[in-house]
């Protein structure tokens, strides 16, 4: 991971929120989030298959999910993507973040329902989404349970769509419009 800053051994650098401060920040302003699309290429740059999560939710609940996170204080957002990555697909996912990155689409996450298609009971976030393609071997990490890598037509398919939630769904045809794969 590229790294951005020196910071001192203290496992919370000045300026990063304990939990505390983090739930009263959340409710209080919005905060800056990535989400990112992993997907596989052919030689041509055509997306051929699109990497989800599997995890399960607060509510006990199996899930799809993208892989998303906050932009820490002080992060760049690319580093911010790779943080994301290499925590959800591993150390050796190998994602290839272009030099000036450009999200395909803004998400804002409301905690009310219905205000746009992109859902967050905790928080109001907004969130730069990308695609990005990785080359490596990808082992689901953290919290996630499994790494599934569908087509796009599959991954877009009513059957992952309903098991995918606050948006992501939504999030996921967006992106594979932005690279001419939606079905």
């Known amino acids: 991971m590229t790294e951005t800053a020196d910071y001192p051994e203290d496992p919370r650098p000045d300026g990063w929120l304990s939990a505390r401060e983090l739930a009263t920040a959340r409710s209080?302003?919005?905060?800056?989030?990535?989400?990112?699309?992993?997907?596989?290429?052919?030689?041509s740059g055509d997306v051929v298959a699109v990497g989800l999560l599997l995890r399960v939710n607060g509510a006990g609940v199996m899930t799809r999910a993208l892989v998303s996170g906050r932009v820490m204080y002080h992060e760049r957002v690319r580093d911010a993507l790779l943080?994301?990555?290499?925590?959800?697909l591993g150390p050796v996912a190998l994602p290839q973040?272009?030099?000036?990155?450009?999200?395909?689409?803004?998400?804002?996450?409301?905690?009310?329902p219905g205000v746009t298609p992109y859902h967050d009971p905790r928080q109001h976030a907004v969130s730069l989404a990308y695609v990005v393609p990785v080359s490596g071997d990808c082992q689901?990490?953290?919290?996630?349970?499994?790494?599934?890598?569908?087509?796009?037509?599959?991954?877009?398919?009513?059957?992952?769509?309903?098991?995918?939630?606050?948006?992501?769904?939504?999030?996921l045809r967006q992106a594979m419009a932005h690279v001419g794969r939606l079905p």
């Open 28 to 43: 209080r302003l919005p905060l800056l989030y990535v989400d990112a699309v992993p997907v596989r290429v052919d030689d």
């Open 83 to 88: 943080r994301h990555l290499e925590k959800d």
């Open 140 to 171: 689901p990490q953290q919290d996630a349970l499994d790494l599934a890598w569908l087509t796009p037509e599959e991954a877009c398919g009513e059957q992952v769509q309903v098991e995918m939630t606050g948006g992501h769904g939504y999030l």
């Open 97 to 112: 973040i272009p030099a000036a990155p450009q999200p395909f689409t803004v998400a804002e996450y409301f905690p009310t």
